[in-house]
């Protein structure tokens, strides 16, 4: 980068070459610490509650697409009200002791419990519902709880100018780990005849294998954070008094919202798109097995090629936002991902809207309609839908990002950990709701097609609130 763009951005953004608080940017090895993170928890998401393990119980144990569709929405809701309920005050206690680190590594370590534990869910068990139900929570809570100490850190180690782009880069690291899990599970266990380990098949332990998987990578490649990233200093607060301090700092906070009216919009704003955005992963692959019938393995590779777009999508929708700001970053990516999602929903194994499809397979006259014919893409309307889901991971990569660079932008300095709590709140405040509402009509039209349409709601609902939001720096009212 030369010196006289670097000039150019310094001069537009003043301070910008200095964190969010005002101190000195960590090194590379500080930033490499902190995106790898994202490549070590990634593969939870990717692996368990997308594209493996979520069509796996839903078609396997429970054994019935619509009724798996709908239990998973309620064990994705029950998890959501626990991670709204507690992370604010996580948030807040992060403030008040200091150091990040130390909520990290003890979440982490209960997330890994909770991931291992899914090997324990063998179809026909009476306690396979159960299992799956208690993990799940532990697993799903845990992490979103240790992502509250680790977004918080963000803001302290890059500058302010970089923001947009440093973030882009922990999303693009953590896709991009999610891709590498992906490729070692499916070329372990995922195709071929056998899986690796003497894995058996019939009961299905080469699907029960990604809670383990994903537990075993996630201890692993949270060890550069530790070892490279400074944390904040600890303050003088005992335990005792931090946890006092953080509820009551959380109660504060809430009564002051009309105070940070702004925070407040854009929280809610992002609460409600953000949902809507999550129940479409959360679903996408429990959706696609059951109007296709894939295999667990068709869904992976139908995962894997969503999860790549996302990876320079998020690289590019940082650059985006540091050169036209979060903002519209944001309006543009969810308003082109609802588009997505309403064509999606119009594509069934035989129709794409009112129109017929044909069921034969396609004659691959290509390098790319051989692979996708090998992958078991033979139909049009499943190239269809393989496409539309590479185009929606591509529109997801930069709201994610910049939704986590927006509040960075809008909170003050000295309360970033505790409004990173309540944009953990925001992210799952609502998240019983989506999961709620694809599940009660899913069961009520006994349409997974009408189900996942409502999703649409959130993410109009979200982008109109969006737009009362002002990009601007929130100051405290705290000392």
């Not at 940017?25 to 593969?43: L, Q, S």
């Not at 499809?357 to 309609?369: H, V």
Request: charged residues 10%; contains cysteine; aromatic residues 12%.
């Amino acid at each position: 980068m030369s010196s006289t763009f670097e000039e150019e951005i310094t001069h537009e953004q003043p301070g910008g070459h200095l964190t969010v608080s005002g101190g000195k940017p960590a090194g590379p090895a500080a930033m490499f610490g902190w995106a790898i993170y994202d490549w070590a928890i990634n593969p939870y998401f990717i692996l368990i509650n997308i594209f493996v393990f979520a069509p796996y119980f839903s078609s396997i144990v429970i054994g019935d697409p619509v009724k798996g569709q709908a239990n998973w929405g309620y064990i994705q809701a029950a998890a959501g009200i626990v991670i709204a309920l507690l992370s604010p005050f996580f948030g807040s206690l992060a403030d008040a002791i200091g150091a990040r680190k130390p909520g990290i590594f003890a979440f982490t370590m209960v997330a890994a419990v909770g991931m291992a534990g899914l090997w324990y869910v063998v179809p026909g068990s009476p306690y396979a519902l159960y299992i799956t139900a208690l993990c799940v929570i532990v697993a799903a809570t845990s992490i979103e709880f240790s992502v509250v100490y680790h977004n918080a850190m963000l803001p302290t180690i890059v500058p302010t100018k970089r923001l947009g782009f440093s973030s882009g880069i922990g999303y693009s690291t953590g896709f991009a780990g999610a891709v590498a899990a992906f490729v070692c599970w499916l070329a372990l266990f995922g195709t071929g005849d056998t899986a690796a380990f003497g894995l058996d098949r019939e009961l299905h332990e080469h699907n029960r294998i990604v809670g383990p998987l994903a537990a075993v990578w996630m201890l692993i490649f949270i060890i550069p954070l530790f070892l490279f990233t400074p944390d904040q200093p600890r303050t003088n607060r005992s335990r005792k008094e931090a946890v006092k301090h953080g509820v009551a700092t959380v109660v504060d906070t809430v009564k002051q919202l009309p105070y940070y009216r702004n925070i407040a919009t854009y929280l809610a704003a992002r609460m409600v798109y953000y949902d809507g955005q999550s129940a479409v992963f959360i679903f996408a692959g429990v959706y696609a097995a059951g109007t296709f019938g894939w295999e667990t393995s068709q869904v992976g590779i139908y995962g894997l090629m969503t999860i790549a777009m996302q990876i320079p999508s998020a690289l590019l929708g940082g650059l985006i936002d540091d050169k036209i700001g979060s903002k519209k970053t944001i309006l543009i990516s969810v308003s082109l991902f609802a588009i997505i999602l309403l064509v999606l929903v119009g594509t069934t194994k035989d129709s794409f809207f009112i129109w017929s499809l044909s069921t034969d397979p396609i004659i691959a006259t290509s390098t790319i309609g051989g692979w996708l014919n090998a992958a078991g893409f033979d139909t049009l309307a499943e190239r269809i839908f393989v496409t539309l889901g590479a185009l929606a991971g591509a529109f997801s990569g930069p709201s994610l990002s910049s939704s986590r660079t927006m509040l960075a932008r809008l909170a003050p300095a000295n309360m970033m950990a505790e409004f990173y709590g309540l944009y953990a709140l925001c992210g799952k405040a609502t998240s019983f709701i989506a999961p709620i509402m694809v599940s009660v009509v899913t069961i009520w039209t006994s349409s997974q097609r009408l189900g996942l349409a409502t999703v649409l709601i959130m993410l109009v609902g979200g982008l109109i609130a969006l737009m009362y939001v002002k990009e601007e720096k929130s100051i405290s009212h705290k000392a």
